[in-house]
């Protein structure tokens, strides 16, 4: 079940109509029960899992709470995090591991004989795992007290609406508005419902269009030249933030309709002018999260700057492999770790030459900040998108060698589908960030915000594909 689906407008339109009719109490159990079918759609035994670690951090939450000693407290935490991460390193990357391991020895001339298991990954599964792991951590750390209804737990771990594809909530965000009696009031419904239109149309027209375009290059890059390749990494680059940022926009809406206020995961990203910048605006619930759980503990910045640079790439290295068992992620995570340490180093050398503050010059450099980091971040994105680190150097090298854009018959065609696509978006994120207002227009006043509203309609409506799942549902 998608949200990009007629199957999930008739589940949400139930649920929501019977939400709207419960008490507080009842809408807790209507959600919980809802969240259930909803993930049970996709792989009813796949609830076993979720049902495993909402039983295993619920119990381990109250035993860190009220254990005395501080041995104790560090064996149910780590219970918990043991617990958590067998699931996910069993479910997503058992085959990865065994498969490499295997290769590794028959370099020797050994041949270990270990049988691959057709183990199918399930959806979600290292963004609950994540979420509910921050919540031991946030009690062990009496940041939080751990909440005592088990089904009200069990709901903060399912929440249907980011509960595949996040945004990744921490309890003291989310616990709280369950535990606490909602008002479902019609500015909210009215906001909730931009979100979720947004949404759709980041999904359904920007993102599966732009897959038309990318998925055939990638299928076989040696049909295609540098030219077209290029313009396919630009096109990747907007599907995947589009595919992403709609879920959490819709995630978000869905969650405002009921009475909810899920954080914001991204904050136009690709106005960033350097590394640190750009994750502060990217899956800003993976960043945070790795940030406060990893990074910090690591040692953070407090231990030298060697040693600043070595916890950047363990954490980015590690960001990478979450998103999949794959070489190509690794070297995604690395090569983001490496611009983060570099920025670092040449971080006093930009504060030197940069220009005066609200100057001309000022305008310009920033303009040219984007513009570099924007092409680094597409070089990272066809690292991320390559089916092997060889298909990633191969189409690299076609980008440098083989760019004849007077020449290529056809780019004229791929670039008009591109602003045909992207125009729309662009300048909603220029109205976005000249008002410093993530919901500028849905703040435009009735007639115009009407006029936006149909005419997104009218191009998901006719100028769309059907139904893909979001990137993100594998991760």
Not at 47 to 63: A, M, V
Not at 219 to 238: E, N, P
Request: hydrophobic share 50%; glycine share 6%; proline share 3%.
């Amino acid at each position: 079940m998608v949200f990009n689906s007629l199957e999930f407008a008739v589940f949400f339109v139930i649920v929501f109509s019977l939400y709207l009719l419960c008490a507080h109490k009842y809408q807790n159990r209507l959600l919980l029960v809802a969240n259930y079918v909803f993930y049970g759609a996709w792989d009813w035994r796949f609830l076993s899992l979720i049902l495993i670690s909402t039983i295993i951090d619920y119990f381990c939450g109250l035993k860190i709470h009220s254990s005395g000693s501080l041995k104790r407290r560090k064996v149910f935490l780590f219970i918990s995090v043991f617990a958590n991460l067998s699931i996910l390193f069993f479910f997503k990357y058992f085959n990865f591991f065994t498969d490499n391991l295997v290769s590794l020895f028959a370099q020797f001339g050994f041949d270990l004989n270990i049988n691959v298991m057709n183990i199918l990954l399930p959806v979600g599964i290292s963004f609950y795992t994540f979420q509910t792991m921050s919540y031991s951590f946030d009690i062990y750390r009496e940041r939080l007290k751990p909440c005592k209804n088990f089904l009200d737990f069990a709901l903060f771990v399912s929440f249907f609406p980011q509960l595949v594809a996040g945004p990744i909530e921490r309890a003291e965000n989310l616990l709280p508005q369950i535990l606490n009696k909602r008002k479902v009031i019609w500015q909210n419904i009215l906001e909730g419902a931009h979100l979720i239109v947004w949404g759709l149309f980041q999904k359904i027209f920007i993102a599966d269009n732009l897959a038309r375009l990318v998925d055939p290059v990638f299928a076989d890059h040696t049909q295609y030249s540098g030219t077209v390749i290029l313009l396919t990494v630009y096109a990747f680059t907007f599907q995947i933030f589009c595919d992403f940022a709609g879920y959490s926009n819709i995630a978000r809406g869905l969650g405002k309709c009921m009475g909810f206020d899920l954080m914001v995961n991204f904050n136009l990203p690709y106005l960033a002018t350097n590394p640190r910048d750009f994750w502060s605006r990217w899956h800003i619930s993976l960043s945070t999260w790795l940030r406060d759980y990893l990074y910090i503990p690591l040692g953070g910045n407090r231990k030298g700057p060697v040693r600043t640079y070595i916890n950047l790439t363990i954490v980015m290295l590690l960001g990478g492999l979450w998103h999949g068992a794959a070489w190509t992620f690794i070297l995604w995570g690395l090569f983001h770790g490496i611009l983060l340490v570099v920025y670092r180093l040449l971080e006093p050398v930009a504060k030197i030459i940069a220009p005066a503050k609200k100057s001309f010059a000022d305008r310009v450099y920033f303009l040219l900040k984007v513009v570099i980091f924007f092409h680094l971040v597409c070089i990272g994105w066809l690292i991320f998108r390559s089916q092997s680190v060889s298909q990633f150097v191969e189409m690299m090298r076609m980008i440098v060698t083989d760019f004849n854009p007077g020449q290529e018959s056809g780019v004229i065609g791929i670039a008009r589908t591109m602003v045909f696509l992207l125009t729309g978006l662009l300048l909603v994120q220029l109205v976005q960030y000249l008002r410093k207002d993530l919901l500028a227009i849905y703040r435009t006043g009735t007639v115009l915000n009407s006029m936006i509203h149909s005419a997104m309609f009218y191009l998901m409506v006719f100028n769309s594909e059907p139904n893909h799942s979001f990137l993100y549902f594998q991760f």
